[in-house]
């Protein structure tokens, strides 16, 4: 009958477990909009609760399930659609997949719709 009884509170203790939420800010490279749109898409996953990246900021803010996904994995989440954050580095191919105008490490800038015809040097 103790044993029962334990196991009911260790079953209890579970459920409020899987419950358990966190809510992170990191920083992640981008540049405009669509990085938002990517970077976002891109945490359309598991265990995700809210992901806003802020343009201004280069902000995430991500509220997730600790039992369904850890920190890390968000991380490599943003990283394989092709934006740097402050813990996992995008491969090269796939950042060399991203838009012209977000190419971060060339330091693009969107800051115009106009601005397609620009010249690159290389
Ligand atoms: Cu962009």
């Given at each position: 009958?103790?044993?029962?009884?334990?196991?009911?509170?260790?079953?209890?203790?579970?459920?409020?477990?899987?419950?358990?939420?966190?809510?992170?800010?990191?920083?992640?490279?981008?540049?405009?909009?669509?990085?938002?749109?990517?970077i976002e898409q891109a945490l359309d996953a598991p265990g995700i609760i809210m992901a806003?990246w802020d343009v201004k900021s280069k902000q995430l803010t991500v509220a997730f399930k600790?039992?369904?996904?850890?920190?890390?994995?968000?991380?490599?989440?943003?990283?394989?659609?092709?934006?740097?954050?402050?813990?996992?580095?995008?491969?090269?191919?796939?950042?060399?997949?991203?838009?012209?105008?977000?190419?971060?490490?060339?330091?693009?800038?969107?800051?115009?719709?106009?601005?397609?015809?620009?010249?690159?040097?290389?």
């Amino acid at each position: 009958m103790k044993s029962l009884f334990f196991l009911t509170f260790v079953v209890l203790g579970l459920t409020a477990e899987a419950q358990n939420k966190a809510e992170i800010t990191f920083e992640v490279n981008g540049v405009c909009g669509m990085c938002e749109d990517r970077i976002e898409q891109a945490l359309d996953a598991p265990g995700i609760i809210m992901a806003d990246w802020d343009v201004k900021s280069k902000q995430l803010t991500v509220a997730f399930k600790t039992k369904k996904i850890k920190e890390k994995a968000i991380h490599q989440l943003v990283a394989d659609s092709g934006h740097d954050t402050d813990l996992v580095k995008a491969k090269d191919e796939v950042y060399a997949n991203l838009h012209g105008c977000c190419k971060y490490r060339d330091g693009a800038s969107c800051s115009g719709e106009d601005d397609e015809g620009h010249d690159d040097q290389d």
